[in-house]
T-cell receptor
Framework: RKEVEQDPGPFNVPEGATVAFNCTYS??????FFWYRQDCRKEPKLLMS???SGNEDGRFTAQLNRASQYISLLIRDSKLSDSATYLC?????????????FGTGTKLQVIP | DAMVIQNPRYQVTQFGKPVTLSCSQT?????MYWYQQKSSQAPKLLFH???????NEADTPDNFQSRRPNTSFCFLDIRSPGLGDAAMYLC???????????FGPGTRLTVT
């Protein structure tokens, strides 16, 4: 089993639609979780952290389910500019040691 | 604006010819990371520094070395590049282990 798994997509959705991505992770001791977006041939950009209580930033909502070891990202009212690859990241750290694992990403294409 | 800068943005080197990629940051972050990303793959962590403490991923080839002479700068040295080392190399910084990372624009390395 991969350490972090994402459905690669692509997810093709019309403008205005709601779309959700999931990401599962295998290390139950993982401690922090993030979503990044990456545009073609660009660097990843931090989108949001993910907390067990759930957190929202405008049209974006992230959720962590530790019991089932997955994180989710919900995008409401999709815009053309949301088209990108969405990467989930799982962190484990202890003392000076840190393990950062990226998922391979889910590609989103928002269609006019 | 505080940022992460990578130079050069594009680097072409010959098979076996050493190359150095540089990264600088104005965020005053403690942690700096180097990733390798190949087409349609997740970023792969090569190593990271927490302050001056160097952490090498177990599967990072010996061909890859790094230096961090001060908080602001970090270098990636590829001693004898092979064709398989052609990739995007991404530098990232974070305030602490486990916090969100801020990426530079990357250096795209071509090996001829």
């Amino acid at each position: 089993r991969k350490e972090v798994e994402q459905d690669p997509g692509p997810f093709n959705v019309p403008e205005g639609a709601t779309v959700a991505f999931n990401c599962t992770y295998s290390n139950s001791a993982s401690q922090s979780f993030f979503w990044y977006r990456q545009d073609c041939r660009k660097e990843p950009k931090l989108l949001m952290s993910v907390y067990s209580s759930g957190n929202e930033d405008g049209r974006f909502t992230a959720q962590l389910n530790r019991a089932s070891q997955y994180i989710s990202l919900l995008i409401r009212d999709s815009k053309l500019s949301d088209s990108a690859t969405y990467l989930c990241v799982v962190n484990f750290y202890s003392g000076g040691y840190q393990k950062v694992t990226f998922g391979t990403g889910t590609k989103l294409q928002v269609i006019p | 604006d505080a940022m992460v800068i990578q130079n050069p943005r594009y680097q072409v080197t010959q098979f076996g010819k050493p190359v150095t990629l540089s990264c600088s940051q104005t965020l005053n972050h403690n942690v700096m990371y180097w990733y390798q990303q190949k087409s349609s793959q997740a970023p792969k962590l090569l190593f990271h520094y927490y302050d001056k403490d160097f952490n090498n991923e177990a599967d990072t080839p010996d061909n890859f070395q790094s230096r961090r002479p001060n908080t602001s700068f970090c270098f990636l040295d590829i001693r004898s590049p092979g064709l398989g080392d052609a990739a995007m190399y991404l530098c990232a910084t974070a305030g602490t282990s486990g916090s969100g990372q801020y990426f530079g624009p990357g250096t795209r390395l071509t090996v001829t």
